[in-house]
């Protein structure tokens, strides 16, 4: 890894934290920087997850700091987002790193469309049966194991929808996420599909956003932050679908 692949992740990753602790969608950045500096697609996916689950402690710890506290609210949804992150990051990981990049770059657009749209809490509306809440947050586990970009956002979307006030929604999102991460990451490390360097690197990118963007989800101003993801992750699609380089 060449100095300016470092840099990359680094800032990289500090934006994509930044944006993951106010909604979500951080990782329809950090995957394709991390393919870029030369990490292939399956080991990229396990790679990010080392970031993300330290990123979610340290953006929990920051919400905590604030005041912003949610744990029992978010019980109901941990055992079937563990259920479906298992089964989807096994599925996931018996793919070849061209199609996971494939996947990817094709679900990179819509993340991105959904993420321009800023989430407001929802106090109207339909409410989900249980059973239908556990069917729904199990599919949600299932596709963040298996893909994790944009989760922030699909999590956000139907807490909000609950009636949670948008920063309790957006705490039990970070708490769920991490509930995903403990348990799609030790399928990754046993099949060996992660990349330690590049993950170091990347984490401490992350974490350093994660904290600061809790502190900007409190205080509002996300704005320019988004756009910049924004932008760079369309740049990047290309890569993933192998248009150029």
Do not use: C
Not at 57 to 81: C, D, M, N
Not at 129 to 144: C, E, N, R
Not at 164 to 183: D, G, Q, R, S, Y
Not at 210 to 224: D, N, T
């Amino acid at each position: 890894m060449v100095w300016w692949e470092a840099l990359l992740l680094f800032v990289g990753g500090g934006a994509a934290g930044i944006v993951n602790a106010m909604a979500g969608g951080g990782s329809s950045l950090t995957v394709p920087l991390l393919v870029l500096a030369g990490v292939p697609g399956n080991f990229a996916n396990g790679t990010n997850r080392i970031g993300i689950f330290v990123s979610n402690g340290t953006t929990i710890w920051s919400f905590h700091r604030q005041g912003v506290r949610a744990y029992k609210e978010a019980l109901p949804f941990f055992l079937p987002v563990v259920i479906g992150s298992l089964i989807g990051s096994i599925a996931i990981s018996q793919v070849t790193d061209r199609t996971f990049e494939t996947i990817f770059g094709i679900l990179i657009l819509p993340i991105i469309f959904l993420s321009l749209k800023e989430p407001k809490a929802i106090r109207e509306g339909p409410k989900f049966s249980k059973a239908a809440t556990f069917i729904l947050f199990l599919f949600i586990g299932v596709y963040a194991g298996a893909i994790q970009m944009g989760v922030g956002l699909v999590l956000l979307a139907f807490l909000t929808r609950s009636g949670l006030p948008l920063m309790k929604a957006n705490f039990v999102k970070v708490l769920v996420t991490l509930a995903i991460t403990v348990t799609a990451l030790p399928v990754f490390i046993v099949q060996g599909k992660v990349r330690w360097l590049p993950a170091l690197i990347l984490t401490v990118g992350l974490s350093a956003g994660g904290w600061l963007g809790a502190r900007i989800a409190v205080k509002g101003g996300e704005r320019i932050i988004r756009i910049f993801m924004i932008i760079a992750a369309i740049g990047l699609t290309g890569r993933l679908l192998g248009l150029y380089g």
